[in-house]
């Protein structure tokens, strides 16, 4: 059986040519693209509503958990002495329904 070794370096030379022209031809066509303007930054915007929670957040005096009300009122329900003063209640949900409606606008 014969071995035709005549061939064996063209063909390492032509997946040589191969690549360059390939290559040859990402150039041409990268120098021929329009320029592409700079891609835009990520932003983050805040709803109007977003706005108004966190100026109420920050507008809060209290700490955002009074430790020793909680055990307080956590014994007083316990031993069934806590009762609910339901005309408080209803005067602070009103008022801060009035506040947060404020904060929108409405």
């Known amino acids: 059986m014969a071995i035709n070794m005549n061939n064996v370096g063209n063909r390492s030379n032509l997946h040589v040519e191969q690549k360059q022209q390939k290559q040859e031809q990402l150039t041409r066509a990268n120098e ?26 920050k507008q809060s005096s209290e700490p955002a958990v009074n430790r020793e009300r ?3 009122l956590k014994k ?3 031993n069934g002495e806590y009762k609910i ?5 209803a005067k602070n949900m009103t008022e801060f329904e009035a506040k947060f409606g404020q904060s929108f606008g409405v």
């Open 76 to 78: 007083a329900i316990l």
């Open 32 to 57: 021929q693209a329009p320029n592409k303007p700079a891609a835009s930054k990520d932003s983050v915007s805040l709803t109007p509503q977003a706005q108004a929670l966190n100026s109420l957040k």
């Open 70 to 72: 909680v055990e307080t």
């Open 85 to 89: 003063d339901a005309d408080k209640l």
